[in-house]
Antibody
Framework: EVQLMESGGGLVKPGGSLRLSCAASGFSFRTYSMNWVRQVPGKGLEWVAFISSSGRNTQYVDSVKGRFTISRDNAKNSLYLQMNSLKVEDTAVFYC??????????WGQGTTVTVSS | DIQMTQSPSSLSASVGDRVTITCRASQTISDYLNWYQQRPGKAPKLLIYTASSLQSGVPSRFRGSRSGTDFTLTISSLQPEDFATYYCQQGFSTPRTFGQGTKLEMK
């Protein structure tokens, strides 16, 4: 079964750091580019970051540039999001999502990040 | 950034109804438009990609179409499991952007 499973969410103070992980299974992870998408509870979806299949190319939404870093380990079938200098407005459910046909065709169940003092 | 504007924001309908949701892009995006369904507490699910291609496993009552920069998701005969929130998303350029969502509620 094709599956993505996020972990690493939690409660962190403003200015703190958190590292999210996404474990992939059931498909050839190394051949797909990947994304992180977030959703503030009760609100819409926001794309956060992209990484190419090799990991050489990355892209970010402006609001997280310089604070978040997307990375991957193809040997471990894993995707990561290092989040530094967290702000209250980063509070959201974070999803990892597989890229296919310029769409997000497979999603994880999400992990919740809460930034609060 | 490309802005995606969905309408309506909410919609009340009954089982068996035909419903239409529209998404307009602020500039040309060719056919790079995708539709997602999100049920409460669940991750989004891809329904339609590149404007009109049905994702594998999605029922054929879901149909996508395009006219210029206007895109439409049509559900031909609503089923109980279709009451959810629907999002469009452009895959033409970065940053990828979503519409604000359309909440489909039971009348």
């Amino acid at each position: 079964e094709v599956q993505l499973m996020e972990s690493g969410g939690g409660l962190v103070k403003p200015g703190g750091s958190l590292r999210l992980s996404c474990a992939a299974s059931g498909f050839s992870f190394r051949t797909y580019s990947m994304n992180w998408v977030r959703q503030v509870p009760g609100k819409g979806l926001e794309w956060v970051a992209f990484i190419s299949s090799s990991g050489r190319n990355t892209q970010y939404v402006d609001s997280v540039k310089g604070r978040f870093t997307i990375s991957r380990d193809n040997a471990k079938n894993s995707l990561y999001l290092q989040m530094n200098s967290l702000k209250v407005e980063d509070t959201a459910v974070f999803y990892c999502a597989r890229n296919n046909h310029d769409s997000f065709d497979i999603w994880g169940q999400g992990t919740t990040v809460t930034v609060s003092s | 950034d490309i802005q995606m504007t969905q309408s309506p924001s909410s919609l009340s309908a009954s089982v068996g109804d035909r419903v239409t949701i529209t998404c307009r892009a602020s500039q040309t995006i060719s056919d790079y438009l995708n539709w997602y369904q999100q049920r409460p507490g669940k991750a989004p699910k891809l329904l339609i990609y590149t404007a009109s291609s049905l994702q594998s496993g999605v029922p054929s009552r879901f149909r996508g179409s395009r006219s210029g920069t206007d895109f439409t998701l049509t559900i031909s005969s609503l089923q109980p499991e279709d009451f959810a929130t629907y999002y469009c998303q452009q895959g033409f350029s970065t940053p990828r952007t979503f519409g604000q969502g359309t909440k489909l509620e039971m009348k």
